[in-house]
């Protein structure tokens, strides 16, 4: 068996093995990084805890208490295995978190509040390194629709209507909205990139491992092939040293040999001729004693006895000339 050219392995590996690989990775991947991110934003939620303690917001301690509640129910799921119920909790406590900011602020909509925007990239970071890659753009699509609900319903500023009435108008509504997408597109196209990467990865060992069990393959059949040869030349020899006459020829094979039993039903039968030979030996020197014997008492004039007459013409009477 030869073994095959390098190009023609990724046609053996099936893709649903390619799959299987990917995925079992993408689980371990995201188990890791999700208590990663569960400990950041229990981090981000005592914080703003403190803070609504300062400020002594009854709203925000509540957001907080809410939030934590959120986490801790997410690492229930955590422990199970649920990886996508912790991430849509994770996802619901930064958006809960940024929604509170924005809609329950005594002032209204203020240009200081636009960068709690930028706080919902959080959540398409959270969808597309936990979720399926292509989660990313119905969260991008959830914030986007949620900036402009706040920015076209909610109660502005002074300062805010002001800005709203000037040439950065535009920019301010466009630039996080914008932003929701260049992250979304940016993001799903990075994970992509790197799951296709894992892939040709997994691919290029399966590769590997299938070269490497190949050629230890071939080598263990070409010393078959070998040991057959060498058994197969012994048994030759031995049937001819038989054929020549050379009684005492038998096969001398070891056990680990393939042709082990064959050697050992040659040597039998050769055993079993062996001894039909010297049988059949031991026959003709006893038939010829008979004979002998047989015409010396022909010759003596004495009667042969039935043992000795038996297989031998039976000798003729003596005539005697008086008769």
């Known amino acids: 068996m030869a073994v095959l050219p390098s190009h023609n392995y990724p046609s053996l590996l099936s893709s649903a093995e390619q799959n299987a690989a990917v995925a079992v990775y993408e689980k371990n991947r995201r188990k890791q990084i999700v208590i990663l991110v569960l400990l950041v934003i229990v981090a981000f939620q005592a914080i703003d805890l403190l803070g609504a303690i300062l400020s002594q917001s009854m709203t925000d301690v509540w957001t907080a208490f809410v939030g934590f509640a959120l986490c801790g129910i997410a690492l229930l799921f955590q422990r199970s295995g649920q990886i996508a119920v912790v991430s849509v909790l994770l996802i619901l406590v930064v958006d809960l978190g940024c929604g509170v900011m924005l809609l329950f602020s005594p002032m209204g909509l203020d240009v200081s509040s636009l960068p709690v925007f930028d706080v919902l990239l959080l959540s398409e970071l959270i969808a597309v390194s936990l979720l399926p890659a292509i989660s990313v753009f119905p969260v991008a699509l959830l914030n986007i629709l949620f900036i402009g609900g706040v920015l076209a319903f909610q109660p502005r500023t002074p300062g805010m209507e002001m800005m709203l009435m000037?040439?950065?108008?535009?920019?301010?509504?466009?630039?996080?909205?914008t932003?929701?997408?260049?992250?979304?597109?940016?993001?799903?196209l990075w994970v992509r990139s790197a799951l296709n990467a894992i892939a040709r990865a997994d691919r290029a060992e399966e590769i590997a491992a299938l070269q490497q069990r190949e050629a230890e393959l071939l080598e263990r059949e070409?010393?078959?092939?070998?040991?057959?040869?060498?058994?197969?030349?012994?048994?030759?020899?031995?049937?001819?040293?038989a054929a020549n006459g050379q009684e005492s020829a038998r096969a001398q094979l070891t056990?680990?040999?393939?042709?082990?039993?064959?050697?050992?039903?040659?040597?039998?039968m050769l055993t079993r001729l062996r001894r039909s030979i010297q049988m059949e030996r031991e026959m003709n020197r006893l038939r010829a004693e008979i004979f002998r014997l047989s015409k010396a008492l022909y010759h003596q004039g004495l009667p042969s006895s039935e043992p000795l007459r038996r297989g031998l013409p039976p000798p003729r009477p003596l005539q005697h000339p008086s008769r």
């Not at 000037?166 to 909205?177: D, E, G, L, R, T």
């Open 179 to 188: 932003l929701q997408i260049v992250i979304a597109v940016v993001s799903y």
């Open 222 to 241: 070409m010393e078959q092939k070998h040991e057959l040869d060498r058994g197969v030349e012994h048994l030759s020899q031995v049937l001819v040293a």
């Open 166 to 177: 000037s040439n950065m108008a535009f920019p301010m509504v466009a630039q996080p909205i």
């Open 255 to 268: 056990p680990d040999n393939a042709l082990w039993g064959v050697g050992n039903a040659l040597n039998l």
